[in-house]
C-alpha cells in the first residue's frame, strides 16, 4: 500500500510516501526565516508559501521515493488541529490528487500522528508497532501541550492538556522576552547548555497539582518581571546563560513530574514523547533518568519526526486503512480546531 500524505497545520510545508509502514520519502519546505522577521507565525504569509511550495514539494517527495502517481493506492492529508488558512492548502490539494486519480481518501488527525510518531526508527525508516505497549503520551510543541492514554493501537483518551499557553509557546514568548531570534525554543536549549539551572528560581505551574492539565502563562510572565528588575542581565552572557538555564528547567521539571505521575497512576509500563518541544536535550536527558529511574521503558520520537511533518500523517493513515476506518469524503473540510479526544 502506498501512500501520499500532505501536511501544512502551520508553517512547514511537507509532502511524504510511505509503502506498507516504511517512509521511502520525507519532503519538508520551513518557513522559518520568512516568520523570524515577526517573531512568531502570520497566518497570511504561511498559507501563502504553501501555495508556492506544495507542489515543488510533492514532486520531490514521489522522485526520491521513485513512485509515479498512478502507482499511489490512497493520499492523505491533515485536517486539523492547526491554523485554517494554511491546513486548507495541503488538504484541498490532497483531495484534488484522490479525485484525479480516483484514489481512497482520508483526513488525518495532526496529534493523533503524533502519538504514533515514537514507534518509527530506522535508516530507512519503518513504523514498528510489533513491540507496542499501552502508554501514556506526551505530546508537546508550541501550540499544544497534552497528556494521553494510549490503551492500544488507534484507541487513546486524553488525560489532560494546557489551560493557557503550550510548553513550546512558553519557550519561544520568553526567549522573544530575553531577546533571542524566533523561534527561540533551540536557542533557549543551547544556552541553557552553558548555564546554570538553579541559578534563578522560577514556578513550577500546576506541579503538585494532582490533575494531568498544565499552565504556562504565570512562568512567562514571571520571567517578564524578572526581566523587568533586572534589566542589565541581559548584557551578560553567563547570567543569560543562567537565566536560560532556568526557565527551561521550570518548563522541563513540570513536563516531567507530571507525565511520569500519569504513567503511575495509570499502571503502564511504557512512556511516549512526541512534538516539536521533544527536540529539547533536557526534556529528552531528564525524561530518559525518571523513567529508568521509575523503571519506564521509554519512546521519544526521532527528532526529524518530531517537528511537523507529513511523515507521520501518511504513517497513521496506513494503520487505518488496514484496521478498516472509514475513508473521509472528498466534500470533508478541514476542521482547524479538531481537537484529540
Not at 497545520?9 to 526565516?33: F, H, M, P
Not at 514539494?57 to 498512478?70: C, I
Not at 501550540?143 to 492514554?149: F, N, Q, R, S, W
Not at 521519544?300 to 501518511?314: P, Q, R, V
Amino acid at each position: 500500500m502506498t501512500i501520499l500524505a500532505f501536511e501544512t497545520s502551520c508553517d512547514e510545508t511537507s509532502a511524504a510516501v510511505v509503502r506498507d509502514g516504511k517512509i521511502l520519502s520525507s519532503a519538508v519546505s520551513s518557513q522559518i526565516e520568512l516568520h523570524a522577521e515577526y517573531g512568531g507565525v502570520v497566518p497570511e504569509l504561511a498559507a501563502r508559501e504553501h501555495l508556492r511550495n506544495l507542489i515543488p514539494v510533492a514532486q520531490t517527495a514521489l522522485r526520491e521515493a521513485g513512485v509515479q502517481p498512478e502507482q499511489l493506492d490512497a493520499v492523505a492529508a491533515t485536517r486539523g488541529p492547526g491554523l485554517p488558512t494554511a491546513l486548507l492548502i495541503g488538504f484541498k490539494a490532497a483531495q484534488a490528487v484522490a479525485f484525479a486519480l480516483r484514489k481512497p481518501f482520508l483526513g488525518i488527525n495532526h496529534h493523533e500522528a503524533h502519538l504514533y510518531s515514537p514507534w518509527i526508527r530506522g535508516e530507512p525508516p519503518v513504523a514498528d508497532f510489533s513491540d507496542f505497549q499501552r502508554n501514556v503520551s506526551l505530546i508537546v510543541s508550541g501550540g499544544h501541550t497534552i497528556l494521553a492514554l494510549v490503551e492500544s493501537e488507534l484507541k487513546h483518551r486524553v488525560l489532560g492538556s494546557t489551560v493557557d499557553d503550550a510548553a513550546g509557546e512558553c519557550f519561544d514568548k520568553a526567549g522573544k522576552l530575553m531577546g533571542l531570534s524566533y523561534p527561540a525554543g533551540p536557542e533557549i536549549d543551547r544556552l541553557a547548555e552553558q548555564g546554570n539551572p538553579k541559578a534563578f528560581d522560577f514556578p513550577r505551574p500546576l506541579l503538585n497539582d494532582p490533575g494531568d492539565n498544565f499552565s504556562f502563562s504565570g512562568l512567562k510572565t514571571s520571567v517578564r518581571y524578572f526581566l523587568r528588575d533586572n534589566p542589565n542581565l541581559l548584557n551578560d552572557k553567563r547570567r543569560l546563560c543562567d537565566l536560560c538555564a532556568s526557565v527551561q528547567a521550570a518548563i522541563v521539571d513540570v513536563l516531567v513530574a507530571k507525565t511520569i505521575r500519569a504513567a503511575k497512576r495509570n499502571h503502564v509500563r511504557c512512556v511516549t514523547a512526541s512534538g516539536g518541544v521533544t527536540c529539547n536535550s533536557a526534556l529528552r536527558r531528564d525524561l530518559a533518568c525518571a523513567c529508568k529511574r521509575e523503571g519506564f521503558a521509554l519512546r521519544l520520537a526521532e527528532k526529524g519526526l518530531c517537528t511537523d511533518n507529513a511523515a507521520m500523517i501518511g504513517i497513521l493513515a496506513g494503520r487505518k486503512l488496514l484496521a478498516g476506518v472509514e475513508l473521509a469524503s472528498l466534500d470533508q473540510e478541514i476542521n482547524p480546531s479538531w481537537e484529540l479526544a
